[in-house]
């Protein structure tokens, strides 16, 4: 089971960060500054948010464990979302590894790391022990659910990650056609080789 943590109550800066980052490129200092007055409002506000999301994985854990149902905490698209890249192994830390795990989304991590939130490649190398599957789309800035090939996504560079993990689907929205969906697959298999039926539409 997959779940969506919730968020804080802010403002959402995720399109504004994009904006200023991608307006200011001769600017850096600028979004530097923006960036870290964001990051200090969301540490700010996150304490209730982020102890009100444990008590309720403490009783979804409780419910599933003995049943075989696995949890798994997704990576956000939004930066008021929870959870953090943070927050994720503060969860993954206080919980069984059998019932509690990680579900890697592609395009969310690399759209984190376009805003210089966190790096996609840490996502990776700190979770993947943990992680039950993962969403595959492609990214152009913060623009996400592209198949993929038609985004910056390097999947190649991520393959290791990848073929091991038993569920992968394959997370693309309008108004990508099915002739696009199907060379996303192509795209995919190329890159994965063996993975063929385990992408999922």
């Known amino acids: 089971m997959v779940v969506h943590c919730g968020r804080i109550e802010m403002e959402d800066y995720t399109r504004r960060l994009a904006e200023r980052r991608y307006a200011s490129a001769g600017n850096s200092d600028e979004y530097a ?3 870290k007055t964001v ?49 994720i192994g503060d969860f993954l830390s206080e919980f069984p590894e059998d019932v509690l795990c990680y579900w890697h989304d592609f395009g969310h991590a690399q759209v984190a790391e376009n805003l210089g939130l966190a790096e996609h490649r840490g996502f990776l190398e700190r979770y993947s ?13 913060i623009r996400d659910h592209l198949p993929p090939g038609q985004g910056h996504i390097d999947f190649n560079s991520w393959k290791g990650y990848i073929k091991p993990v038993e569920v992968k689907v394959l997370e693309i929205h309008q108004p990508a056609d099915e002739p696009a969906v199907r060379e996303g697959i192509r795209c995919l298999e190329r890159i994965l080789q063996d993975t063929g039926p385990q992408v999922k539409v």
Request: net charge positive.
């Open 39 to 87: 990051k200090r409002e969301r540490e700010l506000r996150k304490g209730p948010y982020v102890e009100a999301v444990c008590r309720s994985l403490r009783e979804l854990v409780a419910a599933a464990t003995g049943t075989g149902v696995m949890i798994a905490v997704e990576n956000r698209y939004y930066y008021r979302e929870i959870p953090s890249f943070e927050e």
């Open 129 to 141: 022990g943990r992680m039950l599957g993962v969403y595959l789309h492609d990214v152009n800035r």
């Open 33 to 35: 500054l923006m960036l």
